[in-house]
């Protein structure tokens, strides 16, 4: 793939490949090549020197294998990496080359969604200590209060397959009890993570029917159509084959074998050492 000039999306695992999916559908024309960093996760509780650190390295493997266009299909790396990277690292390295995020297109349109402006946020730890979702939504819409909650454990859950067993509910509903409690008037979830999607059918079990959920996947994938059209000194170095590729920091046939539920099909992935 290096003769190609490919869209890169990184994650530090799976979860990004909710929003490849979502990408392919509506960009299906462009070469992609999907890079997650599963021998170093989960970013979601790394300090963020480390996360900044570990996802400059993927960002300059994916320039290297001809990618203009870098999206970080990670909400930690979004939230502790992304503005360093695109302030401070791109003008040095790769001035004309650009890398972008999951936080700020949800955030962009988020008055879309909620009618009663109080919004909950369900994250990693990280993505919730970074207070990224709130600092976006403040630039925007100040008006809009947002409450937020650590879910420290939705993510192994997902990647250990226990997601949809009966023990998965008693975390899942914790910490929808403990987020609609610190705000009962919130009427719109973001999912601030890229795995949750698969989790959304427990998380329906114990919410209101009248609070929507937010995925990021449709929203991104829409946004970064809106981009390349914007942006046609950028568009135009991306190749059109349709053709994409996977590679992982750790075993390509465990990825392989969980890639399926997260893009909903299979695939080949090709092992990648970082470090």
């Known amino acids: ?27 299906p024309s462009y070469d992609y090549i999907y890079l997650g960093d599963n021998a170093r996760a989960p970013y979601g509780t790394r300090s963020y020197d480390i996360v900044h650190k570990y996802t400059l390295q993927a960002i300059e493997w994916l320039f290297e294998e001809g990618c203009h266009l870098v999206i970080l299909a990670c909400n930690t790396a979004s939230a ?9 690292d791109l003008p ?8 972008l995020g ?3 297109p949800v955030t962009e349109c988020i008055t879309m969604y909620t009618k009663s402006n109080h919004v909950g946020v369900l994250g990693t730890t990280g993505t919730v200590s970074s207070q990224s979702y709130p600092i976006e939504i403040a630039k925007f819409f100040p008006d809009i209060k947002v409450a937020q909650e ?4 939705w993510v192994p859950l997902v990647e250990s397959g226990e997601y949809e067993s009966p023990g998965a509910d008693y975390f899942i509903k914790k910490h929808l009890e403990n987020i609609i409690s610190t705000d009962p008037l919130i009427d719109t979830l973001i999912l601030g993570c890229t795995h949750y999607p698969l989790l959304i059918k427990k998380i329906k079990k114990y ?11 449709e929203i991104v994938s829409n946004s970064l159509k809106d981009y390349l059209k914007r ?30 539920l997260f893009f909903g099909q299979q695939i080949q992935a090709e092992h990648l050492d970082l470090a």
């Open 1 to 27: 793939m290096k003769k190609l000039n490919p869209i890169g999306i990184f994650d530090s695992g799976y979860g990004g490949l909710t929003v490849m999916k979502e990408i392919v559908q509506v960009l």
């Open 80 to 88: 502790k990496a992304l503005r360093t990277i695109q302030q401070n």
């Open 92 to 99: 040095q390295i790769a001035p004309k080359r650009r890398v």
């Open 102 to 104: 999951v936080i700020r």
């Open 150 to 153: 650590a879910c420290p454990l």
């Open 207 to 217: 919410i209101p029917s009248s609070i929507k959920i937010i995925s990021q996947g």
């Open 231 to 260: 942006h046609p000194e950028i568009e135009t170095f991306c190749s059109k084959t349709g053709k994409y590729k996977f590679f992982t920091t750790d075993s390509p046939e465990i990825f392989a074998g969980y890639a399926s």
